[in-house]
């Protein structure tokens, strides 16, 4: 029996292998014939074996998306694989990054996945880990409050008392030789988040109490998640573990965990177990085989089945695009001026100015709202931040690293929109660019009038016809015509005063020494 098991195990690998190594051959053939760009897709067998595990053992298969692009990272062929493996499995569309999008951009992307029949959720894990750890620091804050009144148990009030104004007394005796200046920086340095927040809950008390009709924003959340789902709302951990129990009717489930690196898998996993229990990391190979966690939820128990994360073979229009989303390192890349053009096409100029503090140079007259060009941005970039070559020149890799870095991460922002939208522009510059922008503008303005005011200096300096500097005796003339009528230079001249009258007189009395 032992014999017929491995000798089937090794039939099954080399089926796989066979079988794997037939479709590299053909993706090779269309990419080739068809002259199209794939991702570089992952072409280690034992990721795709890991992914077919995943997929065998879960009843719903969560594939993590970008939302700034979720078709890029969307794969329809593992919808079907899952579909063809079991019918009854569940396929749901995670759009992590939702913080991203405005309610606006939430609500056109559930509209089109609405349309093709899919389930999606909207979810961003970094606020969901960020409010995890600010619950804990309250829990500890509290629980240390908590210890200094554990210790007074079991005293008497009048014992209580005694012991209050005892430490009262001590404080006052430590503070009574300190100089007034040392306190008043004591003073300045106490936190005052708590009185912050007492002023902000006597007055929304104030505010309930005074209008009947609460504000938008003090509206109760809703406890629907459909609701929320369909009104573009971000789901919170407990939403989304809720809403998959809801999808279930067994008592025993499992979940697998699909998606691309760079896109937060990781992340949302830790923040659905609400502590760190996965490595983060944005390059594919950190995670080598699936790993499996047990929560339970409303006495269901829940198994969380993570997949390493791998790349789906899929279209892209070109090499810059895909290290704008993160599929290429960017460490790694050799020519940086076409993911540099693809990042200002999507990036407004204003916004590039605003963020960096740089003033891109205008345009001529021909080229009138034309984007900047690459090296443009780049040079003043490096210029600001002292990337300077050996030569003195701006590194303009370097530089064009860091920009690219900031398009990944988020700090620059841009969002696809999902096809056949005709709602206008997509990506409206925030305000928080336009206020920059503004001041921008305004800086820009100061300093031309700044110039302009020097040049009208210069001008009304060297142009003026009244000069009063190195002269004595009587004002001179202002034009040649008076000029000559005072006995002045030759017409066209002004400035020469020869006066040769009497110039026999003035050689008589410069030689009236010499006379015999």
């Keep these: 029996a032992e014999y017929g098991k491995q000798w089937y195990q090794r039939r099954v690998r080399g089926n796989e292998k066979d079988a794997f190594m037939e479709w590299r051959k053909n993706m090779a053939v269309v990419q080739e014939n068809q002259h199209v760009i794939l991702t570089p897709f992952e072409k280690n067998l034992e990721v795709w074996r890991q992914l077919w595990r995943v997929v065998e053992r879960s009843d719903f298969v969560i594939q993590i998306v970008d939302a700034r692009s979720p078709l890029f990272y969307h794969c329809t062929d593992l919808e079907a ?15 992590n990054k939702s913080d991203y999008l405005s309610v606006e951009q939430r609500m056109e992307w559930f509209r089109y996945f609405t349309e093709q029949d899919m389930k999606v959720v909207f979810y961003s894990a970094i606020e969901e880990l960020e409010s995890i750890e600010e619950e804990e620091e309250e829990e500890e804050e509290n629980d240390g409050q908590g210890s200094e009144d554990d210790d007074m148990d079991g005293l008497s009030d009048e014992e209580r008392d005694i012991l209050r104004n005892k430490f009262a007394v001590l404080d006052t005796d430590t503070t009574e030789g300190v100089p007034e200046i040392e306190m008043r920086e004591e003073e300045e340095t106490v936190p005052s988040e708590p009185v912050k927040e007492v002023e902000i809950e006597v007055q929304t008390e104030n505010t309930a109490s005074s209008s009947p009709s609460p504000s938008p924003k003090e509206t109760p959340r809703s406890t629907n998640v459909a609701e929320l789902i369909a009104a573009g709302e971000i789901l919170k951990n407990s939403d989304l573990l ?56 409303e006495g269901k128990d829940l198994t969380l089945c993570d997949c390493p994360g791998l790349v ?17 390192p960017i460490d790694h890349m050799r020519d940086h001026i076409g993911p540099m053009t693809y990042l200002i096409e999507n990036i407004p100029k204003e916004v590039l100015e605003s963020i960096y503090g740089i003033t891109l140079p ?46 990944v991460n988020g700090k620059l922002l841009f969002a696809h929109p999902p ?38 200096v210069e001008d009304n300096f060297f142009r003026a016809r009244e000069v009063k500097m190195l002269t004595k005796g009587r004002k ?19 400035w020469k005063k020869h006066f040769k009258g009497n110039s026999k007189e003035k050689t008589r009395r410069k030689t009236v020494d010499l006379n015999y």
């Design 419 to 456: 096809p056949g939208y005709t709602g206008g522009n997509f990506n409206p510059v925030c305000e928080k660019y336009m206020k920059r922008v503004e001041n921008t503008a305004v800086r820009l303005q100061k300093k031309t009038q700044i110039t302009l005011a020097k040049e009208n």
């Design 242 to 297: 809720n809403y998959i129990a809801t999808l279930s009717g067994e008592e025993k489930y499992c979940v697998g965990l699909i998606g691309y690196p760079n896109v937060g898998k990781s992340s949302t996993l830790n923040s659905l177990l609400r502590e760190k229990r996965v490595q983060v990391s944005s390059t594919p190979g950190k995670t080598k085989h699936f790993q499996t966690f047990k929560l339970n939820i």
């Design 362 to 407: 205008l345009p001529d007259e021909l080229e009138k709202g034309r984007k900047p060009y690459p090296f443009e941005v780049l040079r003043e970039y490096g210029q600001i931040r002292g990337f300077m070559t050996t030569r003195g020149t701006p590194d303009e890799s370097r530089a064009a690293r860091v920009i690219l870095k900031d398009f």
């Design 312 to 328: 789906f073979p899929n279209l892209a229009s070109s090499q810059s695009e895909m290290i704008c989303n993160g599929i290429l």
């Design 476 to 494: 001179p003339p202002q034009t040649p015509a008076e000029f000559q009528k005072e006995g002045g230079g030759p017409e066209g001249k002004p």
């Design 81 to 95: 694989y899952v579909k063809e493996v079991d019918s009854s499995k569940e396929n749901i569309l995670l759009v």
